[in-house]
Structures are given as C-alpha cells and as structure tokens.
C-alpha cells in the first residue's frame, strides 16, 4: 500500500489544471494574435501534440493508485472491509497499481505510434 498518495493527488490536479490552461491560451493565441494559424500550427505542431499528449499521461498514471484509495476507503466506509476482494486491493494496492500501469504502458508501445502515423497522414 501506498503510504500517502498526496503525490499523486498534486500529479493529477496539475497535469489536469495545466491541460486546460494550454487549451484556453492555445485558443486566445489563435484569437488575438498577429501571427497567422497556418504559421502557429506548421512551426509548433509537435508541441501542440507533445505536450499535451504527456500531461495526458501524466494524468492518466495518477489517477490509479487514487481510485485504488478512494475504492477501498469507499467500501470500508459502508461496511464491506471485511469481503475478501477489498482486502486483497487494501493489502497488495502497490503491485496491482504498477500491473496496472505496465499494461497501460505496453497498449500505449502499440497505441501512441499508430495514432501519430495516421495524425500525420
């Protein structure tokens, strides 16, 4: 089990916060700003893909171990501690988190290159 997951609380509200940010500016750059679009999206479309593509990430890697947490504090609050699925999550949190996570890592060895490939067609 983890011991805290305030780290992962941080990694999520600002991944997150700092998505919505890129979004909002993205939007007001392409409203106000004297450089043409076509000029923004040729120069920087890496970072426009990049970026956001590992806050996403980011994002995604956090939000397990705190739904493992919220999970099991969820079912031990109403009264279901004691069922033997709850206890195996509770006692192995840890391994089923980093399962989780290398799973998530090999679909995206598969995912991430062919959504690039066909971004670029």
Same mark, same amino acid.
């Given at each position: 089990?983890?011991? #805290? !997951?305030?780290?992962?609380?941080? =990694?999520?509200?600002?991944?997150?916060?700092?998505?919505?940010? =890129?979004?909002?500016? &993205?939007?007001?750059?392409?409203?106000?700003?004297?450089? %043409?679009?076509e000029?923004?999206?040729?120069e920087?479309?890496?970072?426009?893909?990049?970026? %956001?593509?590992?806050?996403?990430? !980011?994002?995604?890697?956090?939000?397990? %171990?705190?739904?493992?947490?919220?999970?099991?504090?969820?079912?031990? #609050?109403? &009264?279901?501690?004691?069922?033997?699925?709850?206890?195996?999550?509770?006692?192995?949190?840890?391994?089923?988190?980093?399962?989780?996570?290398?799973?998530?890592?090999?679909?995206?060895?598969?995912?991430? %290159?062919?959504?690039?490939?066909?971004?670029?067609?």
């Amino acid at each position: 089990m983890f011991q #805290s !997951v305030q780290k992962f609380i941080w =990694m999520t509200a600002g991944s997150f916060v700092l998505i919505i940010l =890129m979004s909002i500016t &993205g939007e007001l750059l392409k409203k106000y700003s004297n450089i %043409p679009v076509e000029k923004i999206e040729s120069e920087y479309a890496h970072y426009m893909i990049m970026i %956001p593509l590992i806050l996403f990430f !980011v994002l995604i890697v956090a939000v397990v %171990p705190l739904f493992l947490r919220i999970f099991t504090y969820l079912q031990i #609050s109403i &009264g279901n501690g004691a069922l033997a699925m709850v206890k195996f999550i509770r006692t192995h949190e840890r391994i089923i988190t980093y399962v989780v996570w290398i799973i998530m890592f090999i679909v995206s060895l598969i995912i991430v %290159p062919t959504a690039i490939k066909d971004w670029l067609e």
